[in-house]
């Protein structure tokens, strides 16, 4: 058990919807990560969060948008979906930068119909 | 810019053989590397971790990673393969000028009983 919580397990939906994605760090951790795998793309860093500040981004989509709340879960937020976002989303949270260790949820799978 | 190659996309081995998963790194600095295993429908786990105290990095489960900076590169071995080794395994860098996290595209090792 990594200790980051991931919910939903599983999420479908259509497309045009919006969805929100939640994760719990791990006890200790400031930063926390958001990722997207799929089949096509891989594995790609979406964005990272430390101590409630945005820290950097990745490959994120316009209608895609985070948050890091004061007692440290986050969101990620998919807005206007189409089938192309259909995918595992991943969160991971480390102690410090990303020269630190990651420790990664189950994550959520998105279902776009 | 920093980039990693996994050389490999599937292996296969033999249970009770060697493994070998090479990566090939570029970073104009001197990067953080980590190797990842992924079970399916299971978030990534730490193997190990480079972080320059030691060229041969001992990770969990057997693992071993040797960081070679004139051949930039940082394969992953296991003496003797395990059924349960069979999964995905990235390797990634982080760090840098402009630190960045970069994820390799993944090998998947495949074990033959």
């Known amino acids: 058990d990594s200790g980051v919580t991931q919910t939903p397990k599983h999420l479908i939906t259509a497309t045009g919807q919006r969805v929100t994605l939640r994760c719990s760090p791990r006890?200790?951790?400031?930063?926390v990560y958001w990722y997207q795998q799929s089949l096509d793309q891989g594995l790609q860093f979406l964005i990272q969060?430390?101590?409630?500040?945005?820290?950097a981004k990745g490959n994120i989509l316009e209608r895609f948008s985070a948050q890091q709340f004061p007692d440290l879960h986050s969101e990620l937020n998919l807005s206007s979906l189409e089938l192309g976002d259909s995918a595992l989303y991943f969160c991971?949270?480390?102690?410090?930068?990303?020269?630190?260790?990651?420790?990664f949820g189950d994550g959520t799978r998105l279902s776009i119909l | 810019a920093q980039s990693v190659t996994q050389l490999d996309s599937h292996v296969s081995v033999s249970e009770g053989t060697p493994v070998l998963l090479r990566c090939n790194y570029s970073s104009s600095y001197s990067p953080s590397l980590f190797w990842y295993v992924q079970h399916p429908n299971k978030g990534l786990q730490l193997l190990l971790k480079y972080t320059s105290a030691a060229t041969l990095v001992k990770g969990i489960n057997g693992f071993e990673a040797e960081f070679k900076k004139s051949e930039t590169s940082f394969h992953l071995t296991k003496p003797s393969a395990h059924m349960s080794d069979a999964a995905e395994y990235f390797c990634?860098?982080?760090?840098?000028?402009?630190?960045?996290?970069?994820f390799g595209k993944g090998t998947r090792l495949h074990i033959l009983p």
């Open positions: 991971a949270s480390s102690v410090g930068g990303r020269n630190q260790p990651q420790h």
């Open positions: 990634v860098v982080s760090g840098g000028r402009d630190d960045k996290i970069i």
């Open positions: 006890s200790g951790d400031l930063s």
């Open positions: 969060y430390y101590n409630g500040e945005e820290r």
